[in-house]
């Protein structure tokens, strides 16, 4: 394996009126590619808050983050905007999907972002819906589809620029347990396929279908551990 993400004495402080409120204080953290792991912690543990750096969706107030050998850090707005666009592949708990859009051009979306010419879109979104198994469901909008189903659609759009990690932020919440099951079935094979997957959940059954869990507490690492079993 190969170093994907390196994060040093990272911290995150927010303020509230005069008062600091840190969210995050001095995470330390490595993940190689093709890692599945899961991050941990009850409410307000800051599991969140590292999602949303580790996705350069938010930037931290201090330390260091290294992705794929580059600085996060001194990077622009636009910069960081590719590499969301090219490198990371999201999977929100509320899917958010078009709803007016079929599950294919859902799926095609990033790839209309990055100037990708119809044709070769078309034919990708397809794939990618193939691997989830949602090819019979492409000209299907979301209202026509099955919680399950859309989380499919979600996790296939996430997949479409064959990014370097997949980060998924309770993928299963608004499933119910047995969809949840399938849905993790849906990670495992991508797993196996190679993708680096990093899932933030507060549920025990879900983190145990991963390989290595981070547990966080008040904004630190409370422990870091591998599933022998996995």
């Known amino acids: ?22 969210a995050l204080q001095s995470i330390n953290l490595q993940i190689e590619s093709n ?6 912690g009850p409410s307000g543990s800051g599991k969140s808050t590292l999602m949303n750096i580790l996705g350069c969706l938010d930037t931290p107030t201090g330390g260091t983050y290294n992705f794929k050998g580059r600085e996060i850090a001194g990077l622009d ?14 999977v929100f708990q509320t899917f958010n999907l078009l709803p007016r ?11 209309i972002y990055n100037g990708t010419p119809a044709r070769e879109r078309r034919k990708t979104a397809r794939e990618a819906l193939e691997a989830v198994g949602l090819s019979d469901r492409a000209h299907h909008r979301p209202n026509e589809l099955s919680g399950g189903q859309r ?3 979600a996790i296939a759009r996430a997949l479409v620029n064959q990014p370097s990690v997949i980060l998924a932020d309770e993928p299963t919440g608004n499933l119910d347990s047995k969809t949840g099951e399938e849905i993790m079935q849906v990670f495992e094979q991508i797993h196996q396929a190679g993708n680096t997957i990093i899932l933030v ?3 025990e059954y879900i983190a145990e279908h991963t390989q290595r869990s981070i547990r966080l507490l008040d904004g630190k690492v409370a422990s870091d551990e591998i599933r022998s079993e996995c």
Do not use: C, W
């Open 151 to 153: 989380q499919r659609v």
């Open 101 to 111: 859009a079929t599950a294919l051009h859902n799926v095609e979306l990033p790839l």
């Open 1 to 22: 394996m190969t170093m994907l993400i390196e994060i040093k004495n990272i911290t995150k402080i927010y303020h509230v009126g005069t008062v600091a409120v840190p």
């Open 35 to 40: 890692e599945y792991l899961s991050i941990m």
């Open 201 to 203: 959940t507060h549920e």
């Open 77 to 90: 707005d636009n910069q960081l905007a590719e590499i969301r666009n090219r490198e990371i592949g999201f």
